[in-house]
């Protein structure tokens, strides 16, 4: 077994206090002990200088360090100890240097594009295999390029500069290949580095307007038969058709089922129509008879149960659908009635926003949404609360047309809610959507505040 550190130093002390002691005895014994002692004591110390000088000059050049000898001395135990570090280096640079190449093979079989860049310079430093075939970039020639350069015609200048907040590229074409079509993502996983992700979404694409044009399809052929079920059962007599009153709730039934069945089905239409959109129009847009237009339909589809507010606090005017926008806020106004008991509030509120923009918020008192539904809510068909949605008369297609029409306004639809004390629906559009209202807009809505009494 090895000795110790310990061990070693308490030998060579030893063999240094015997050195000195045997110097000692021979001065004495020829009438001069200094001189001799101080010559040992120098020969000594140029013996552990000439040890210490061989084992810098390993460690210097990076040289393997000999295996240590089994003698004692504490110079044997620092060499050792060198000697055990070395190989744990080693070992790990080795274990480090696997999980690298692993990390390497693992990131060039992957099918998506993945390419490391310099954030500061927003220059290559490594792309995998895929990259060649999505984004046109290979590793090593393109090492240094800059990534703007290298992946025009796709206007990304502006998206990198986002950085973390950069949204993601959804639908774009390859500038490699313009038959492909990738989503970009940016992921800031460090200070000095993003991560770009290019992925194909052909397929995805593909399946997605395959889905649009079979609901509209379908959608479409669906009209014609409910038009006629519609018109027939509004002939239909239930005094003229039989002597009882049996089938007059029967028809009625008939009737109201028709109706949300033809609301459904014009809700689907427009909402492939919104899909199939990739731009809108660029109309003036009048705030001032928006309000009060929607200031009516709450008050239509309350029926006095409610506290209709509207109030104007921009006083500005939108660019924009104005037919598209009145059915996203109708969605939202129509929604907020429904679903708030009797003797509640509703709010509509249009007021300016950060950086220039404004926001249009429909406020409600009514049941409130658990948080873990918030993120599905523009979900076509997805309901809280399927028998309550029933109840109300809702399609579940409102907030998905909502999400649609403001998508294509360059706004954001922001939902906040707490079960039991109301929710907000707020549009949020920014400043290059915003314009000072006309003079022949100024009128502001009439009956701009109103309080219904509770049935």
Known sequence: MPPTLKTSWQRTLATLAGVLVAALLIGLAVGQPWPAVALAALALLAAHLLRLHRIMGHLDARMRLPPPSARGGAWSAVERLLHRARHEVRARERRLVEMMRAYRAVATALPDALVVVDRNTQRVIWCNAASGRLLGLGYPQDRGASLCERLQ??????????????????????????????????????????????????????????????????????????????????????????????????????????????????????????????????????????????????????????QVNVDDFAGVDLRGSTRQLHSAFSNLVANAVR?????????????????????????????????????????????????????????????????????????????????????????????????????????????????????
């Not at 639908?171 to 290019?198: E, F, G, H, Q």
């Not at 509209?216 to 669906?222: D, G, I, K, P, T």
């Not at 509004?234 to 009153?245: C, Q």
């Not at 492939?272 to 239509?300: F, G, K, Y």
């Open 153 to 306: 015609p796709l206007p990304i200048a502006h998206w990198l500069s986002a950085g973390r907040h950069a949204e993601p590229i959804v639908d774009a074409a390859s500038p490699a290949d313009p038959a492909i079509r990738i989503s970009l993502r940016l992921i800031p996983y460090s200070d000095a580095l993003w991560l770009l992700v290019a992925r194909d979404v052909g397929k995805l694409m593909r399946l997605e307007k395959m889905r649009r044009d079979f609901v509209a399809n379908v959608s479409h052929e669906l009209r014609t038969p409910l038009t006629v079920i519609h018109g027939y059962l509004d002939m239909l007599d239930p005094a003229e058709a039989t002597e009882t009153a049996e089938w007059e709730p029967i028809i009625g039934e008939m009737r109201r089922q028709s109706q949300r069945m033809t609301q459904l089905v014009e809700d689907l239409l427009m909402l492939s129509r919104l899909e199939a959109q990739e731009t809108t129009d660029d109309d003036e847009v009048a705030m001032a008879p928006m309000l009060a237009t929607l200031h009516r339909e709450a008050e239509a589809i309350s029926q006095g149960r409610h």
């Open 339 to 455: 679903y708030t008991p009797s003797g509640g509030t509703i709010s509509v509120r249009l007021q300016p926003a950060t950086h220039g923009g404004v926001s249009l918020s429909v406020e409600d008192s009514g049941y409130g949404i658990p948080e873990a539904h918030l993120p599905r809510l523009t979900e076509r068909f997805y309901r809280v609360s399927s028998s309550r949605t029933r109840e109300t008369g809702g399609t579940g297609l409102g907030l998905a047309i909502v999400k649609h029409v403001l998508q294509l306004h360059q706004a954001g639809l922001e939902i906040s809610s707490e079960v039991g004390r109301g929710s907000t629906f707020s549009c949020h559009f920014g400043a290059e959507r915003v314009l000072a209202r006309t003079p022949d807009h100024h009128e502001e809505p009439h009956d701009q505040t109103s309080t219904g009494q509770p049935a």
